[in-house]
């Protein structure tokens, strides 16, 4: 993933643009929507005196060959209305955490968020995968307030700690690499790895719990 920049202005249009067509914007709109009331919401909690939750966020719009490749493996249609309608991550934002609470209070918050609809959601570290893969997922359908209507767009999100997306972006380079010689030892090697790095985020959200406790007894 790429860090997402918005840029309105275009010589020649990318493969996404092409493919997408004036949808893009669309895709573009639910990112930036989504990204403002998660950058909202953390200033206020900065004014509080509070720690900020997140670490940091990462968009991307998925690529045309990407999204063309999902459509065929799941037997549809290569069409716009399809990559928007049927594939629920044509808009995709991960937020990187740097405790285990602060992707809990994350949920709860986008959640909470009235006009945003929950339409799907997935606790991957409670009950991370057989692999070791550990995130949390949610797809949100999100209103863009246009001219003369409403357009309700797709997005998903990966909130997960600064180990875990070390993790997955070790196991995503594993995936695609096709000349590598001991798979089985690295997969178990990734799976050793990804529970060790689970306890490590539960003992460093177990450290800070004590820090604010002995800070309220000051």
């Not at 720690?51 to 045309?64: L, T, V």
């Not at 209070?105 to 995968?129: A, H, T």
Request: aromatic residues 8%.
């Amino acid at each position: 993933m790429q860090q997402y920049k918005y840029n309105i202005q275009c010589d020649t249009l990318t493969p996404e643009q092409e493919f997408y067509q004036e949808s893009y914007v669309f895709l573009e709109g639910a990112i930036i929507e989504v990204l403002s009331r998660l950058e909202i919401i953390r200033k206020y909690k900065l004014t509080k005196g509070l720690n900020d939750p997140i670490e940091h966020c990462k968009a991307r719009i998925k690529s045309a060959e990407s999204m063309k490749e999902k459509l065929k493996r799941k037997e549809l249609s290569v069409t716009v209305s399809n990559a928007l309608t049927q594939i629920f991550d044509a808009a995709g934002i991960r937020i990187i955490c740097t405790f285990l609470d602060d992707i809990y209070w994350i949920v709860d918050m986008l959640k909470n968020q009235e006009d945003f609809e929950v339409i799907e959601e997935k606790d991957y570290i409670r009950n991370p995968k057989p692999n070791g893969y550990r995130s949390y997922h949610l797809i949100l359908k999100v209103p863009l307030h246009l001219e003369d209507h409403i357009q309700n767009v797709y997005c998903e999100l990966q909130i997960r700690t600064i180990a875990m997306d070390c993790w997955a972006s070790l196991e995503h380079q594993m995936k695609y690499k096709k000349d590598i010689t001991c798979p089985d030892m690295i997969t178990a090697e990734l799976k050793r790895c990804a529970d060790e790095m689970a306890s490590t985020d539960l003992n460093f959200q177990t450290i800070l719990d004590m820090i604010k406790v002995n800070a309220m007894k000051l």
